[in-house]
């Protein structure tokens, strides 16, 4: 059991010397730690899914409909502060749209008057 705890990182004196609720403490450490390295590596097959899932997706675009959509732009959100900013900057982008089409149209609009 010993050299277990060495390989948390726990030292000898923490280990034979110390409180047993620090052995504890190193034991769910380290259950937190292979959560975060689960986590990472799902998170990373999700972005890998979103690469290859683009990629397939040009490859046999077959020019008639739709350009696929290329690579996430952005970082997908996880946390609420993440999706708030990502909320935020949709609307921004929205926005901008709306008003390029509105320019467009007075653009034209005064064309059609000149003539």
């Given amino acids: 059991m010993?050299?277990?705890?060495?390989?948390l990182g726990c030292s000898y004196n923490e280990f034979w010397f110390e409180s047993a609720h620090i052995a504890a403490?190193?034991?769910?450490?380290?259950?937190?730690?292979?959560?975060?390295?689960?986590?990472?590596?799902w998170l990373n097959g999700l972005y890998v899914n979103c690469a290859v899932g683009s990629a397939l997706?040009?490859?046999?675009?077959?020019?008639?409909?739709?350009?696929?959509?290329?690579?996430?732009?952005?970082p997908i959100p996880f946390t609420e502060r993440e999706k708030e900013a990502d909320k935020k900057r949709r609307i921004e982008a929205t926005?901008?749209?709306?008003q390029a089409g509105q320019q467009k149209a007075k653009e034209a609009a005064?064309?059609?008057k000149q003539r």
Avoid: C, D, T, V
């Avoid at 403490?25 to 590596?41: G, L, M, P, T």
């Avoid at 490859?59 to 952005?74: L, S």
């Fill in 110 to 112: 005064a064309k059609k």
């Fill in 57 to 74: 997706a040009m490859a046999f675009w077959n020019r008639k409909g739709k350009k696929p959509e290329g690579y996430i732009e952005h």
């Fill in 25 to 41: 403490a190193y034991r769910e450490a380290e259950i937190y730690r292979r959560e975060q390295e689960n986590y990472n590596a």
């Fill in 2 to 7: 010993f050299p277990y705890y060495l390989s």
């Fill in 95 to 98: 926005m901008k749209f709306i």
